[in-house]
């Protein structure tokens, strides 16, 4: 059992130690959840706003004074020892800590959940990214480096695609043929949002407005279900999917194949639903070939006889992620990884008209979203990879709508995260 794993490691004075990347909202939120895990510490936390770092461990009910500014590893190392927490900028620093199992980021930004993956690679520690956005950028990437460096890559649970891929792993270890695979999106979907059509929302929520108008755009859907599709191999019906509205009770019906009555053309679709009943959610809906397990299925309240949907209600964010952590060191057990080829990819759609000059802001900003294709219709439209979006340079015009290609931007070639796409689009 895990937890008397975890025990165990408590009681003999061993906690699994990680470094983390992202002391904002995400971040901190991971820092409480740590401080109530047995077994596991949150030992280190990286952030260029050291403020905001010492804040997530003092949140926690630490003292200021257990809380150390590292700058060599002698000093880190030393804090450790004493049962102080770390606080750094410098991810190569992090990852040279002996004492440290196991690196993970905690944001949504592909370039620090790529500098992050590295440096932990690099110096032979474990990674459990809880960054998507990273993983559908250069997963492969790091997933074929941690191999070649004898250490572990994954992508935790918590966010929807781990979620989605631990039900795909049930149905399909029970035998069940997945027909969709998705989520229930917590929001309507408006492609045109900004942070201002979101200010008061954000503000009710005391969440970020880029981060709040990420999901109401699509783009964090697009990227989420991008990463399930490239660890399952399910692929989206059209550019952007479908994202009918849907219930628990409508779901089954919808997501059957078109030979009888649904959406899906074709087995092994990856999508998303809307609607309150389904948001926060994740579902497969699967074939049931067996006239017999079929009506058990049905009399269970599963399915509606030959189609079913399994539905799990929620998702708990950074929360659930130590379990994927505990599981990636004690057990060498991975939650998602990429597979070797890519099923799909996150286009890069322009918000507004875009002149030479400009810089593309973050996620959920004013110049661009993201909008999922299949990786073949990606790569043939030469499609800037969103992940590589956030900062990139406009030297070319390009109409609000339309697609901003790699010939459109000049990117930053010195970062981590453009150097290894560039190396995995090699492979």
């Not at 019906?237 to 059957?256: C, K």
Request: proline share 5%; glycine share 8%.
């Amino acid at each position: 059992m895990l937890l008397d794993e975890l025990k165990q490691r408590a009681a003999n004075g061993r906690p699994i130690r990680i470094a983390a990347s992202g002391a904002g909202w995400m971040g901190s939120g991971f820092a409480a959840q740590m401080a109530h895990v047995p077994g596991m510490e949150l030992a280190v936390l990286i952030d260029s706003d050291l403020e905001a770092a010492c804040a997530a461990f003092t949140a926690t009910g630490l003292d200021a004074a257990h809380v150390v500014e590292a700058v060599t590893v002698g000093q880190a190392m030393d804090a450790i020892n004493r049962g102080q927490r770390v606080i750094t900028a410098d991810v190569e620093l992090a990852a040279q800590i002996e004492a440290i199992d196991v690196m993970t980021d905690v944001t949504p930004s592909p370039a620090s959940g790529a500098a992050t993956a590295y440096a932990a690679i690099t110096h032979g520690k474990d990674v459990v990214l809880i960054n998507i956005e990273a993983d559908v950028t250069v997963g492969r990437a790091l997933k074929k480096l941690a191999a070649e460096a004898d250490v572990l890559y994954s992508v935790s649970s918590g966010d929807e695609p781990g979620c989605l891929m631990e039900l795909y792993d049930f149905v399909t270890t029970l035998g069940f043929e997945p027909i969709v695979i998705g989520k229930g999106k917590n929001n309507p979907l408006d492609p045109t949002a900004t942070p201002d059509t979101v200010a008061e929302a954000a503000r009710r929520a005391n969440k970020d407005a880029y981060q709040t108008a990420s999901y109401v755009d699509g783009s964090k859907t697009m990227f989420e279900m991008t990463c399930a599709a490239n660890a399952t191999g399910c692929r989206p019906m059209q550019r952007g999917m479908v994202g009918p509205e849907a219930t628990p009770a409508t779901i089954t019906e919808i997501f059957s194949l078109r030979e009888d009555g649904g959406l899906a053309p074709f087995p092994g679709v990856v999508d998303f639903v809307q609607g309150a009943a389904m948001a926060g959610g994740v579902f497969v809906t699967v074939r049931v070939q067996d006239d017999r397990v079929a009506d058990d299925l049905k009399y269970l309240k599963v399915g509606n006889g030959r189609y079913s949907t399994f539905f799990r209600p929620y998702h708990l964010w950074f929360i659930e992620a130590p379990i994927s952590i505990a599981r990636a060191v004690l057990h060498r057990q991975t939650t998602l990884v990429p597979l070797d080829q890519p099923v799909a990819d996150v286009l890069t759609i322009a918000k507004r008209d875009l002149r030479p000059g400009e810089r593309l802001d973050d996620f959920g900003g004013y110049t661009f979203r993201g909008l999922m294709d299949t990786a073949t219709a990606v790569a043939a439209a030469n499609g800037l990879p969103a992940g590589l979006a956030p900062g990139a340079e406009l030297i070319r015009p390009v109409a609000s709508g339309a697609i901003i290609t790699w010939a459109d931007v000049r990117l930053d070639e010195s970062s981590p995260v453009v150097r290894l796409r560039r190396w995995q689009d090699q492979q």
